[in-house]
């Protein structure tokens, strides 16, 4: 990628797709949801065809696909909903009619439908599209005009579902990430709902130009959603025990530019709480210098290898201009950076941590917090919060300490329909959350 390439890139409209991008196939109104990266060859499987994902390059966010089986094999047609379509949808949801019919005398044995399988099948070697497939079922159905309205709606959206299936084209976001992984993976995030990540993000009072500490154990989801609040400004530090970083996989789902990427960094705790490595970096150096002084040999063949490094450098440079490579989120934080966050602190922490013990890693992350700067604690289980704020209330370290439960309840809002949902989450987790305080231990720690 080319110098210009590498500004479009940046400069890029993130509502179009783009090859290389991170989608959110969601199909037939969220039976479905499919996270995908589009490329010249990538593909998805509905029921027991493969679609090529190629046409949906170059496409805005929201649009509408339906599945075609043309000459050249299946493939995804784009719907383009005029304005005539969406009025008469309207129109057609906001016209209630009292109706005499019901669905009393209507008996399910199976003989009311005259259409066979292989007259279906004999249709689609013909051809003949999914939606003319369900406008003859309707057609040969012996009972669907005498069905209520509700009745022939949800008839005619079952059929169209199974032989004329659409795909929205959706944009990975924190809120659509978190609702399909909660779906799909809840375990992957720690059963995180969404409206305990909104709760998270509210409480440690993330906003732009802030240094936020993170100890993401589930998936990285916490790490995007504070980046994406960030929008290229301040930190997401992403910090971690021992040697081995917690994985960070979620975050390459959000489409982040180059900007946005260079914000999200890891520091292990080590180096956090090892006041000298920056320092012993700069000794190291200077020691280097000294010892190219003390050796006048070594001075000439470092002219030689000057020159040489020259000839290399102009090489390397002609090369950069054609290969750009992109950045990756997580790289470790640069040093000016971490000297700020040990002189200053951070702004805000959040923890998500269910695999460890809650009090023991808010006792390691608490000190590099700023004082009066608030912390929040996300569990699924209630216990392990509750010790953790009893400590911290013995130990005098925070203030306005208060455990949380989120509470969420799913509407279906339709004409003469609207109730709540049948199945619901019980239960989203539980959120301590608090305000770090000055005191005499803590500020002999810092001494």
Not at 220 to 246: F, M, Q
Not at 295 to 308: A, F, I, K, R, W
Not at 420 to 441: D, F, R, V, W
Request: proline share 4%.
């Amino acid at each position: 990628m080319s110098a210009v390439e590498q500004e479009d890139n940046s400069n890029q409209n993130r509502r179009i797709t783009w090859e290389g991008c991170s989608v959110l196939l969601d199909i037939n109104d969220g039976d479905r949801l499919v996270f995908s990266r589009l490329t010249a060859g990538s593909i998805v499987k509905i029921g027991n065809k493969n679609y090529p994902l190629r046409p949906l390059i170059g496409c805005p966010f929201g649009s509408l696909f339906q599945v075609e089986n043309g000459a050249n094999g299946p493939s995804l047609a784009r719907i383009i909903s005029t304005a005539a379509d969406n009025n008469a949808e309207d129109k057609k949801e906001c016209d209630i009619k009292e109706e005499s019919r019901d669905n009393r005398a209507l008996i399910d044995n199976n003989t009311a439908q005259t259409l066979t399988g292989e007259d279906i099948e004999g249709m689609r070697r013909q051809g003949a599209s999914g939606n003319a497939i369900v406008e003859a079922l309707i057609a040969n159905s012996a009972t669907f005009e005498n069905k209520t309205s509700f009745s022939q709606e949800k008839y005619r959206l079952k059929k169209q579902k199974k032989y004329a299936p659409k795909v929205l084209l959706r944009r990975p976001f924190a809120r659509s990430i978190c609702d399909t992984y909660f779906k799909k993976y809840p375990a992957r995030i720690g059963f995180l709902r969404v409206d305990t990540l909104s709760l998270l993000l509210s409480f440690a009072n993330v906003s732009a130009h802030s240094d936020v500490l993170v100890v993401d154990m589930i998936g990285g989801l916490i790490t995007g959603a504070v980046a994406e609040r960030l929008g290229g400004t301040g930190y997401v530090c992403n910090t971690y025990r021992g040697d081995s970083p917690y994985s960070i996989e979620i975050v390459r789902i959000f489409n982040f530019n180059d900007e946005i990427n260079k914000r999200i960094v890891r520091l292990s705790l080590d180096e956090l709480s090892n006041n000298g490595d920056w320092k012993e970096d700069e000794m190291m150096l200077q020691s280097a210098n000294d010892s190219n002084v003390d050796n006048p040999s070594s001075n000439q063949s470092d002219v030689v290898l000057e020159s040489l490094s020259l000839e290399v450098g102009s090489m390397e440079e002609s090369v950069a201009s054609k290969v750009y490579k992109a950045v990756k989120p997580g790289e470790k934080a640069p040093q000016d950076a971490i000297k700020s966050w040990k002189e200053n602190g951070f702004s805000s922490l959040i923890i998500a941590a269910p695999d460890v013990d809650a009090w023991s890693i808010v006792k390691e992350v608490l000190p590099f917090l700023s004082f009066s700067a608030p912390f929040v604690i996300y569990h699924q289980y209630l216990q392990p919060l509750a010790t953790c704020m009893h400590n911290l209330q013995v130990e005098k370290m925070a203030i306005g300490l208060q455990i949380t439960e989120p509470w969420l309840r799913e509407y279906q809002v339709l004409p003469s329909r609207t109730h709540p949902h049948m199945q619901m989450s019980a239960c989203g987790g539980y959120i301590l959350s608090g305000t770090k305080i000055c005191n005499e231990k803590s500020t002999t720690t810092t001494q």
